[in-house]
């Protein structure tokens, strides 16, 4: 059999690059402009507010109080708050700091930048393939908990790709997007700001295999 593409196929497969690559490009457009409607809030934000703002943070030390309190989006106050402080000391310091880091930062960088920093053993361990009791386990919690994604991986040391493979292997999903509140996930795992649009996907699954064919 021969090893080669057909033209058809490579005109197919050639189809479906342009169609990523368009998603990607209107994917980019759309954070452009919420990077401007940011900019836009942040310009007219008076210093009469700001100054207001500031001192109830300073004096609760919560990011994410201030927010409710002034009818802000989390992810904008978090942007604002060392603009208007001068230093992302104040920032740092809120109790709930690296929650609201997380939020809004979203999980899939966060983890990123966690993971730069694990010993080679703890990796391996979140890429493991549990034991057939401990699957069991997993699964359960997944049909039966109110449990997000990630939150079921963090309960079981899992990295999310891996998440989605077990789940996969073991017939309670076909593909990334039939997972239980896969829009929540969706957002959890960009940050905050982000929307799915009900058919994009990360090809979690399929970076697991690609990561641990690699090593």
């Known amino acids: 059999m021969s090893s080669y593409l057909s033209v058809d196929e490579i005109y197919e497969e050639n189809k479906v690059l342009k169609e990523k690559i368009t998603e990607l490009k209107n994917t980019i457009q759309k954070l452009k ?37 002034y009818d802000m989006e989390l992810q904008d106050l ?39 920093d694990m010993e080679p053993e703890e990796l391996k361990k979140r890429m493991r393939t549990p034991e057939s009791d401990e699957i069991t386990k997993i699964i359960a919690d997944y049909k039966e908990s109110n449990l997000g994604m990630y939150e079921l991986a963090d309960r079981y040391d899992l990295k999310i790709n891996n998440l989605f493979r077990l789940l996969k292997e073991n017939g309670v999903i076909e593909k990334e997007t039939d997972a239980k509140c896969y829009e929540s996930f969706y957002i959890d795992h960009l940050g905050a700001g982000s929307e799915w649009d009900g058919k994009s996907e990360f090809g979690l699954i399929a970076t697991f295999y690609e990561e641990t064919e690699s090593k």
């Open 33 to 69: 402009i919420k990077n401007r409607q940011l900019n836009e809030k942040i310009d007219a934000q008076n210093e009469e507010d700001s100054h207001e703002i500031l001192e109830y943070f300073h004096s609760i030390h919560s990011i994410r109080r201030t927010a409710w309190k």
């Open 78 to 116: 978090f942007v604002m708050l060392p603009q208007w402080d001068g230093c992302q000391s104040g920032l740092k310091s809120a109790s709930d700091y690296e929650e609201c880091l997380i939020e809004v930062m979203g999980r899939y960088e966060y983890d990123y930048e966690q993971e730069y």
